[in-house]
């Protein structure tokens, strides 16, 4: 199958993910299900990533900061601008991918060597809304609060990282941080994080649901799709940036 036998596969699986779902009970049950397993537990190497990330950004910065005649205070600028932009975004969302990737694609693909989603479709039920739609909902939901976490977590990172190594003021530093703050920065990368979301979502799903053959096929595609879901964050990383910043 080539590349275009895919999308087109890919997009004809989105129209049946997002008809309307046939119980709503099940559906509420389903979706606070996929948020804690896709959500409450990444936040722990969310909140790990982040804090040490801006702590390095701030270091490097600091060091490559040669010259006594540009200010300290361009380290906090200069490490809120870059988690902000870039890190907290798609760093993060990278990440996610592989460990939230994986998981869709092995536990969907199991269903379905296992025959279990035949089962769904014998009893009538839409297999790809059931499990497809709570894992997108989950993610445009519960990782926006990520972002806010890895930007708060990120910054903080870069101030405890002078105060240990005391290569910069904690006043200089926080200066730095509050200089010309730029609400549409942070909406970029709201729109980054929703739509890095929504590929950890159904990348992963797809390739779980086609998936053909024994578990060896399971573990194939689950690297396949990790791999796919990062090419895919990347190509949106550049597209987004070039519409909304340049």
Partial sequence: MNYIEHIGKYFI?????????????????????????????????????????????ALQTALNITSPFIPKYLIGFATKRSIILEFAPTFCSIILAGKV????????????????????EVMGINSLNHLVFPKVIATLFFYPFLLILAMFLGILGGYFAGFVS????????IYGVQMEFDGFLVFYAFI?????????????????????????????????????????????????TQLLLT
């Fill in 13 to 57: 699986m989105l129209r049946q993910v997002f008809k309307k779902p046939q119980r709503g009970r099940v559906f509420y049950e389903a979706v606070m299900r996929e948020i804690d397993e896709l959500g409450l537990k990444s936040l722990g190497i969310i909140m790990f990533i982040s804090f040490f990330i801006g702590g390095v950004i």
């Fill in 101 to 120: 990737g994986s998981y869709i694609t092995s536990s969907i693909g199991a269903m379905r060597v296992t025959e279990q989603i035949d089962a769904l």
């Fill in 166 to 173: 005391g290569m910069f003021s904690s006043v200089d530093y």
């Fill in 192 to 240: 980054k994080t929703i739509i890095f979301a929504f590929l950890i979502a159904t990348v992963p799903s797809y390739h779980g649901y086609y998936v053909k053959g024994g578990s060896i096929a399971v573990g194939k595609a689950s690297t396949q799709s990790v791999v796919w879901t990062i090419i895919l964050i990347v190509i949106a990383n550049y597209i987004l």
